[in-house]
C-alpha cells in the first residue's frame, strides 16, 4: 500500500543537539511539506519542496533544515538552534499542490 | 493575509447534529479542505469543495460559499469517535501551499 512513513515515532534531544526526522513516501507525489503542531494549536508549515533538489522555507524555518536528494525522501534537521523544538511534527505529501497524504508523525521532546 | 477562523472548541451529544464553521480570505482561493485529527494521530483527509454548494459524504457533509469566504462541516449522527479536533485548508492558485485553520476540538458527550 502506499503512504508516507514518518520515523522515529518518539524522539528525545538533549540542549545542543542536532536530530534529523525521516519522511519517506510511495506515492510517486512531487511536492513534500514539513509541518509542525503545538498542543492546542494548528499546523504551521516548516519547509517545503516541489521537486527534487529544490525546497522552499515555509513560515517557521528557523532553526530547521531539509534536504530532497530523492523524490522519496525529505529529511527534517531541528539544529541547535531551534530553541523551543518540542512539537508534534508532521510530513505530508501532495500531487498537483494540494496536500492528501499525512505521515503518522514524530514527537519531539528536549531532555 | 490568509487568516483562517475556525471555533475553538465545541461539545455536542451522542446522536445530534453539529455544524463546524471556517472562514477564510477569498483572494486566490483554489479549494477548501476539510481533516479530522485525533489526539497525538495525524490528520486524515475529509472533504474537500471547490465550487459552491453542498458535499455529501456519508454522516459528514461539507458546504462551500466562494463569495463568502465561508464552508461548514457537518456532522450527523455524532458517536462518540468523532471526538477529536477538525482542521479546514485552504488552498491557494497552483505553487502554493496549504494554509490550515487553527482546528476545532469537537467533544461528544453520551
Known amino acids: 500500500d502506499g503512504g508516507i512513513t514518518q520515523s522515529p515515532k518518539y524522539l528525545f534531544r538533549k540542549e545542543g543537539q542536532n536530530v534529523t526526522l525521516s519522511c519517506e513516501q510511495n506515492?510517486?507525489?512531487?511536492?513534500m511539506y514539513w509541518y509542525r503542531q503545538d498542543p492546542g494549536q494548528g499546523l504551521r508549515l516548516i519547509y517545503y519542496?516541489?521537486?527534487?533538489?529544490?525546497?522552499q522555507k515555509g513560515d517557521i524555518a528557523e532553526g530547521y533544515s531539509v534536504s530532497r536528494e530523492k523524490k522519496e525522501s525529505f529529511p527534517l534537521t531541528v539544529t541547535s538552534a531551534q530553541k523551543n523544538p518540542t512539537a508534534f511534527y508532521l510530513c505530508?505529501?501532495?500531487?498537483?499542490?494540494?496536500?492528501?497524504?499525512f505521515g503518522s508523525g514524530t514527537r519531539l521532546t528536549v531532555v | 493575509g490568509q487568516n483562517i477562523d475556525q471555533p475553538t472548541e465545541m461539545t455536542a451529544t451522542e446522536g445530534a447534529i453539529v455544524q463546524i464553521n471556517c472562514t477564510y480570505q477569498t483572494s486566490g482561493f483554489n479549494g477548501l479542505f476539510w481533516y479530522q485529527q485525533h489526539a497525538g494521530e495525524a490528520p486524515t483527509f475529509l472533504s474537500y469543495n471547490v465550487l459552491d454548494g453542498l458535499e455529501e459524504k456519508g454522516r459528514f457533509s461539507s458546504f462551500l460559499s466562494r463569495s463568502k469566504g465561508y464552508s461548514y462541516l457537518l456532522l450527523k449522527e455524532l458517536q462518540m469517535k468523532d471526538s477529536a479536533s477538525y482542521l479546514c485548508?485552504?488552498?491557494?492558485?497552483?505553487?502554493?501551499?496549504?494554509?490550515f485553520g487553527p482546528g476545532t476540538r469537537l467533544s461528544v458527550l453520551p
Open positions: 506515492l510517486n507525489h512531487d511536492a
Open positions: 519542496s516541489q521537486i527534487v533538489n529544490d525546497f
Open positions: 485548508a485552504r488552498a491557494g492558485n497552483y505553487g502554493q501551499n496549504f494554509v
Open positions: 505530508a505529501s501532495s500531487i498537483r499542490g494540494y496536500v492528501y497524504t
